[in-house]
């Protein structure tokens, strides 16, 4: 499946911006998906995840809960992540991946697809 990320910007400590990930594939509810996040020096890590199907269960990281939420539609085949009052620490490339795995998994390395990445900047 392929992957296409989008939706990054500029924006003030605070401020809200919705990330999208359009999905190549017709069977995209059949994949766990993911947001992945790598600020400059740091490893990627784990933001949020949804499950597979009607996405009736995510997880997130407890930096982001409370501010983010994913979201898919599995009609457009496109995954979200509104981000709310963001901070100037949540500053990385956003990532979308999807996942065949079970359950909710945290991992990167269960994820096996990867979208390009999308630059997240939050000024102070």
């Known amino acids: 499946v392929q992957l296409q990320a989008s939706g990054g910007g500029l924006v003030q400590a605070g401020g809200s911006l919705r990330l999208s990930c359009a999905a190549s594939?017709?069977?995209?509810?059949?994949?766990?998906m993911g947001w992945f996040r790598q600020a400059p020096g740091k490893e990627r890590e784990f933001v949020s995840t949804?499950?597979?199907?009607?996405?009736?269960?995510?997880y997130y990281a407890d930096s982001v809960k409370g501010r983010f939420t994913i979201s898919r539609d599995n009609v457009k085949n496109t995954l979200y992540l509104q981000m709310h009052n963001l901070k100037p620490e949540d500053t990385a490339v956003y990532y979308c991946?999807?996942?065949?795995?079970?359950?909710?998994?945290?991992?990167?390395?269960?994820?096996?697809?990867w979208g390009q990445g999308t630059q997240v900047t939050v000024s102070s």
């Open positions: 991946a999807a996942s065949a795995w079970f359950g909710v998994p945290t991992d990167p390395a269960a994820y096996g697809y």
């Open positions: 594939e017709r069977t995209f509810s059949d994949f766990v």
């Open positions: 949804i499950d597979r199907g009607s996405g009736v269960v995510t």
